[in-house]
């Protein structure tokens, strides 16, 4: 099965006054998420901008997709909001069957595809309304919700997403891709892009009457372990606040990368920030 991963680096751009540059943590998940697809699933690109694909040349790390396509330099939604708008741009030119893999987030086994929903998404997530708030809490412009979404059924994680239906995937990119372009909201950074990328999806499917399934839960992925998947968000923040813990996880994934990918050696000890760790 094809796969993406996306990096959108206009969001790091507006916030951060310095030279585009990827941490040294989310570098080496990079590496182990499209090298572990590869050798259990099969192609993976990378869909970026100028900015991220000439990065990855630099840097080397090219190398570790089947190709690296830069498509999202003109994204026209408000960054600041939107900051993983991305996604859907870049999922929006797939065809299905297409997994969507974030690039801190590893598949370490071969998935069956025919036992797959016409969605399948990592896990669902309650509806807490500070997160996901009802209808009424949008501002937007020239703009009217469609009157089949279903309000009250759980949103889907898209840390790891696989859409089989090429009419899902269309309707879905689609109807988020209009929901981002009119709104006139300028600062909620949570509601909104969680609305366009991880509750419309849900609603999309089920307006459609296709089957949605989740791979794993919460407790499973977080609480009890899950040998099939492994998504570092949760623990990124503690990495940035603790130095030893940040080293042992650095450290820990290129003794992983080395042992199963032994030619990323040489490319991993040319990266500036992980010189630090050999």
Known sequence: MDAIHINW????????????EIEDFE???TILSALKWREKNGNIKMVTDSVGAQYYKKTGLDVIWNSVENILDNVDVNSNVFWAAGKIFALKEQNAPVAMIDTDFVVWEKLDEEKL??????????????????IDFFHMDNYEFDIDFDWNIKACNTAFCVIKNEKLLRYYTDKSIEFMRHTSEQNDRLAYMVFAEQRMLPMCAKKLNMSIMSFS?????????????????????QMRDNAFLRADFCRRCIKRIIRDYPEM??????????????
């Open 9 to 20: 680096t206009k969001p790091f751009r507006n916030k951060f006054n310095a030279p585009y």
């Open 27 to 29: 570098i080496l998940t």
């Open 117 to 134: 929903a016409d969605v399948s998404v990592i896990h669902f997530e309650n509806l807490y309304p500070d997160v996901y708030p009802p």
């Open 217 to 237: 839960d919460l407790n499973r992925l977080f609480k009890n372990g899950d040998n099939m998947f492994t998504h570092t968000w949760g623990m990124k923040q």
């Open 265 to 278: 050696k040489n490319i991993i000890m040319n990266i500036e920030n992980l010189k630090q760790y050999f």
